[in-house]
């Protein structure tokens, strides 16, 4: 049994129940209203896709979601970071928006960071912040996503 503090201070009684000769897993939440924590939670318990088809050059590859830094649209064309290399997306940043797990965070119109990969915030003299990664890019916060940043942090 786990317990979970939740926003604001109240506190949620997690059972697992782990059994390795299961044929179907399954979630059962007993909850009192519908938050953003539980859309999150049962958005990533519902993918069924953890990476991204993604091209460098001709070549197509599958990155996983816990690998990308950044996804950011560059020049019309989406962009994918991890820690040393970058790829292609060919779709739109909305497409993959949608189906992202939620260590992912909107930090402007044109860029969806992974907070897990944060090393640092950098805040300036003119009021903006900066989101370091962990592989030394810098990402600017737009004013409108600041709140929901640090909302996810716990700030």
Request: glycine share 4%.
């Amino acid at each position: 049994m786990y317990t979970v503090k939740q926003r604001g201070g109240k506190l949620m009684k997690v059972k697992l129940n782990i059994d390795s000769n299961l044929t179907e897993e399954k979630a059962e939440f007993w909850i009192k209203k519908m938050t953003t924590k539980i859309e999150q939670i049962t958005k990533e318990l519902n993918s069924k896709q953890d990476f991204l088809w993604c091209y460098q050059d001709r070549d197509a590859f599958q990155v996983k979601y816990d690998d990308i830094f950044l996804i950011q649209v560059e020049n019309e064309k989406t962009q994918i970071y991890t820690q040393s290399d970058k790829y292609i997306f060919k779709g739109r940043l909305y497409q993959i928006e949608k189906n992202l797990p939620g260590d992912f965070i909107m930090a402007s119109r044109s860029a969806i960071i992974n907070y897990r990969k944060l090393d640092h915030l950098k805040m300036l003299e003119n009021g903006n912040i900066d989101a370091i990664l962990e592989n030394k890019i810098d990402v600017q916060i737009s004013r409108r996503k600041i709140k929901n940043l640090k909302e996810k942090l716990g700030l």
